[in-house]
C-alpha cells in the first residue's frame, strides 16, 4: 500500500540550482496536484494535473514547471532555486478532480527542501 | 489575508477536556474539508461537508459547516493524546476549481 510517494524527502540547495521532486501513484488516479506548505500561510497549489497530458496553474506556479510523464507521475522542476522556495512540498492525488475537494484526496509524506 | 483563517493557531489541553477548533472566511464556499496532519506526514482527509447546517460527526469528532457555508468548526469531545496533531480546513469557492487551505490549529493533547 504505497499510495503517494515522494522523492527525495530532504535536500539542500544553493541558490540558482536546479532540481526535480518526483512523485508516483499507485491507485490510478487521474488527478494529480502539488502544494507547497509554509508556516502560518497553510498549503498552497502549485500546479495541477487533471488527467495525462494536461497541467495547469494553481495559485502559485511562478518558478515551477511540471510534467505529468504518464498516469502515475507527476513531477515538479524548480529551474533556478531561490531562498523564497524554502518551503515542504507535497503531492497528492485524486480519482477525479479538481476540485480536489469533490474526491478524496491522498497525499504524500512531502520533500523538505532548503535553499541557502 | 487568509482566505480562511483557523482559531486558535495553538491549542494545548489535558486528555479528557473538549475543544472546539473555527474556520472562518468572508466567503462562500461549495463544499469544506477538515484534514489531520502529524509531523513528518501528509494531511489526511477527515471529512467532506457540502451542505449549509451539515453536521457530520465521526466518533468523538464533529464537524459543523455554517448555514451561510463561510464557516465551519470541529468539535472534539473528550480529547486524546493521539489526536495531537495539525488540524487544516479547506475550501472550494463556488465556482472555481482551487481548493484553498486554512492556516491550521495545532492541537496537542497532555496525558
Known amino acids: 500500500n504505497a499510495g503517494v510517494t515522494q522523492t527525495p524527502k530532504f535536500q539542500v540547495l544553493k541558490t540558482g540550482q536546479s532540481m526535480t521532486l518526483q512523485c508516483a501513484q499507485d491507485m490510478n488516479h487521474n488527478s494529480m496536484y502539488w502544494y507547497r506548505q509554509d508556516p502560518g500561510m497553510g498549503l498552497r497549489l502549485i500546479y495541477y494535473?487533471?488527467?495525462?497530458?494536461?497541467?495547469d496553474k494553481g495559485e502559485v506556479p511562478n518558478g515551477y514547471n511540471v510534467s505529468r510523464l504518464n498516469k502515475r507521475e507527476f513531477s515538479l522542476r524548480l529551474e533556478s532555486a531561490a531562498p523564497s522556495q524554502t518551503s515542504v512540498y507535497f503531492c497528492a492525488s485524486s480519482e477525479y478532480g479538481p476540485p480536489i475537494a469533490n474526491t478524496e484526496a491522498f497525499f504524500g509524506q512531502g520533500t523538505r527542501l532548503t535553499v541557502v | 489575508t487568509q482566505l480562511l483563517e483557523q482559531s486558535p493557531q495553538f491549542l494545548s489541553i489535558q486528555e479528557g477536556e473538549n475543544l472546539t477548533v473555527y474556520c472562518n472566511s468572508s466567503s462562500v464556499f461549495s463544499s469544506l474539508q477538515w484534514y489531520r496532519q502529524e509531523p513528518g506526514e501528509g494531511p489526511v482527509l477527515l471529512v467532506t461537508v457540502v451542505t449549509g447546517g451539515e453536521v457530520k460527526k465521526l466518533k468523538r469528532l464533529t464537524f459543523q459547516f455554517g448555514d451561510a457555508r463561510k464557516d465551519s468548526s470541529l468539535h472534539i469531545t473528550a480529547a486524546q493524546p493521539g489526536d495531537t496533531g495539525l488540524y487544516l480546513c479547506?475550501?472550494?469557492?463556488?465556482?472555481?476549481?482551487?481548493?484553498?487551505f486554512g492556516t491550521g490549529t495545532r492541537l496537542t493533547v497532555i496525558p
Open positions: 479547506a475550501g472550494v469557492l463556488t465556482g472555481a476549481n482551487n481548493l484553498f
Open positions: 494535473s487533471a488527467s495525462e497530458g494536461t497541467t
